[in-house]
């Protein structure tokens, strides 16, 4: 260990140090020991077993990064995600995918890159409607042939697998009415079948005033409305209200309205006792609705005129995570010394409920009352806690990013909820409010579709919204720029008469482009002589092929070298040397040394520039070896055998 650094990559000075003994599997002993000259501890160089894994990866139908992933060397030695960037291949459907982490300069204790794999598991399907979201659409003449997603609630299936089959005569609905879809997908290797029921209504134009009309009564006293009359003037020109389809709703848990009578379109209200009631009328058309309330007060107090008491409360009033309240005055006109009441009920399908907060999206109605010891005033308002507008934005780390860079951004939205990026239809990625930034792979995206092509690409992000705040998008937009590749020469064997070198690409393709993109088997380039040596490449053609070949730049550079090596030869391994045969001589007492022709090709070599010749064997009747050993642009021997007869 080194010190309180606890061996930390980095540079320590000369000094005394503790050392631990590490005996039989235990730190027995630390001991002080001493260290000079100065040293340095390297950063460790990322291997797979670092990196740990934690997540169980189940199929979503988006590309899948981990968010539960450490790299790791000991207990101490641990890298946060703060530390190291991932970029995920083939890691969208079930089975083998890989993930390859990069470490930033910044980390303590590992540099480099590595990859692991793991398996993404098939995923158990399952298809729900959002409990605070439900689909119920308005007229509008258009067939409706799908439930947005943001209706739905969905587990180990993507949007644009589901099928959707509508029950009834075919065709798709459009008009207003009851339907029912069912919403399926089949069995495949990502996940399994599943399918939902959902019931929804087509409905018209919904008509709710937010003024409730208060009526003051006297005991025994009767009021009469024609409900008729009142409906038919919020229908647009053409309907006519069938009374019939005129009703009274009780209150949840409660009876109907007492002293409250709707007969053929004429609502009658009488009472002989006192009493502060609503009734609720509605109608539901063919195409539009209306919803009516009344206030009936039936009591011995003298009615004060309306406007007595003054209050101001919007029909919508966009949610804001406060409890909001309203404030009533009196006009100038009224008496004082009264008393106030307030009261606020929440609606629903089924009635009424009192409550004291006004927080939560939702139908609500306020009652204020203000009675002095003769007389009375009242006023009622109906009025909505509506989602309120999203304001998201996403800011990209850059503008102008490279073919297979990761392309970063911030996301800001007002509530939780998910948030996906998309570049037209296609879903690059999908993340949460609380996660800080989306890593868009701009290379092989849904189903191994290039999604990011070079140029100028626009993406859009998408807030789904929750019950509080509205869905909302917002776009960004950045260009990719070709991915450069570094062309080099090969170095190669002498070839007689040949001044032309193949290229290679050294470095640049991305490893999921192997089999899309290659350098053309015929690029090549020009050197100024086919001899041994170093040389500059000029002259040089070269061209990329395959379909993702557009995504690339080749770079050639201006003083590219190759060497030319000697070309290596030997009796097993001639190449297009060849010695000619030697015709048979005759003893005469002195050593032979026959001429040799010696060619590359059809090209004779040169006597003591290409090669020199040794003899052995050649003073006696026999066969004779003549070795040639090769130099200049060639390397290595050959032998020649060759027979002495007898005189």
């Not at 291997?47 to 189940?58: F, M, Y």
């Not at 007969?263 to 009734?279: E, I, Q, R, W």
């Not at 999203?390 to 911030?410: F, H, L, V």
Request: glycine share 8%.
């Amino acid at each position: 260990g080194a010190g309180s650094n606890d061996c930390l990559p980095g540079t320590y000075q000369a000094g005394l140090y503790p050392i631990k003994a590490f005996i039989s599997n235990t730190w027995q002993k630390t001991y002080e020991g001493s260290c000079n000259p100065a040293f340095t501890i390297l950063k460790a160089p990322l291997r797979p077993e670092h990196i740990q894994l934690t997540d169980t990866p189940v199929y979503t139908g988006i590309p899948y990064i981990p968010e539960n992933i450490k790299v790791q060397l000991t207990d101490k030695a641990v890298e946060g995600s703060d530390y190291f960037d991932m970029v995920g291949i083939d890691n969208i459907n079930a089975g083998t995918a890989y993930i390859t982490v990069k470490m930033k300069d910044s980390a303590k204790y590992f540099s480099g890159e590595a990859t692991i794999s793991f398996e993404i598991q098939k995923a158990t399907a399952s298809i729900d409607t959002q409990p605070n979201d439900p689909f119920n659409p308005s007229y509008n003449g258009q067939e409706i042939k799908s439930i947005p997603r943001a209706h739905l609630k969905l587990s180990g299936v993507a949007y644009d697998e589901l099928q959707f089959s509508f029950g009834g005569t075919g065709g798709y609905p459009k008009e207003v009415g009851q339907y029912q879809v069912t919403i399926s997908v089949p069995d495949t290797s990502n996940h399994t079948a599943a399918s939902k029921s959902v019931s929804f209504r087509i409905s018209g134009p919904h008509h709710r005033p937010a003024e409730i009309p208060v009526i003051v009564l006297k005991p025994n006293e009767t009021h009469t409305i024609n409900l008729a009359a009142v409906v038919q003037s919020y229908l647009p020109q053409g309907q006519t209200v069938d009374v019939s389809k005129l009703s009274i709703k009780a209150n949840q848990g409660q009876p109907l309205p007492e002293g409250a009578n709707l007969s053929n379109g004429t609502l009658t209200y009488s009472l002989d006792k006192a009493a502060d009631t609503h009734v609720w009328i509605t109608y539901e058309g063919s195409l539009d609705s209306v919803e009516l309330v009344y206030r009936f007060v039936v009591t011995g107090l003298t009615p004060l005129p309306e406007g007595t008491i003054v209050a101001t409360v919007p029909k919508d009033i966009p949610y804001t995570g406060n409890p909001y309240t309203v404030t009533a005055t009196l006009a100038a006109s009224a008496p004082t010394g009264g008393t106030w009441a307030y009261k606020y009920e929440r609606g629903s399908s089924s009635g009424w409920n009192e409550t004291t907060t006004i927080t939560e999206i939702g139908y609500y109605r306020v009652v204020i009352t203000y009675t002095t010891t003769d007389s009375i005033a009242t006023f009622s308002r109906i009025f909505s806690i509506v989602p309120a507008a999203s304001q998201i934005t996403a800011t990209p780390e850059k503008t102008e990013y490279t073919y297979g860079d990761d392309i970063r951004c911030t996301v800001t939205v007002p509530g939780d909820g998910s948030v996906a990026l998309y570049r037209g239809d296609v879903m690059l990625t999908s993340i949460w409010k609380d996660a800080p930034h989306s890593n868009v792979q701009p290379h092989y995206g849904t189903a191994g579709q290039n999604v990011l092509p070079v140029g100028e690409q626009t993406i859009q992000v998408e807030y789904g919204g929750n019950s509080n705040y509205k869905a909302a998008s917002s776009t960004f937009t950045i260009s990719l720029a070709q991915r450069t590749v570094a062309v080099t020469a090969v170095n190669r064997p002498y070839a007689i008469g040949s001044t032309t070198v193949p290229l290679v690409v050294a470095t640049g393709f991305l490893a999921e482009d192997s089999g899309k993109v290659a350098l053309n088997g015929t690029s090549t380039g020009t050197i100024s002589s086919p001899n041994v040596g170093t040389y500059t490449v000029t002259a040089i053609s070269a061209t990329l092929t395959g379909e993702q070949g557009k995504y690339y730049q080749l770079v050639l550079p201006a003083d590219l070298k190759v060497t030319i090596t000697q070309q290596a030869l030997s009796n097993a391994a001639p190449n297009a040397v060849t010695i000619a045969d030697i015709a048979a001589l005759t003893y005469n007492g002195s050593a032979q040394a026959p001429t040799l022709t010696v060619k590359d090709g059809g090209t004779a070599l040169v006597l003591d520039t290409d090669y020199t010749v040794a003899y052995s064997g050649n003073t006696a009747v026999g066969t004779a070896t003549a070795t040639v050993t090769f130099k200049g642009n060639y390397s290595g021997e050959m032998t020649k055998n060759f027979t002495i007869g007898k005189a």
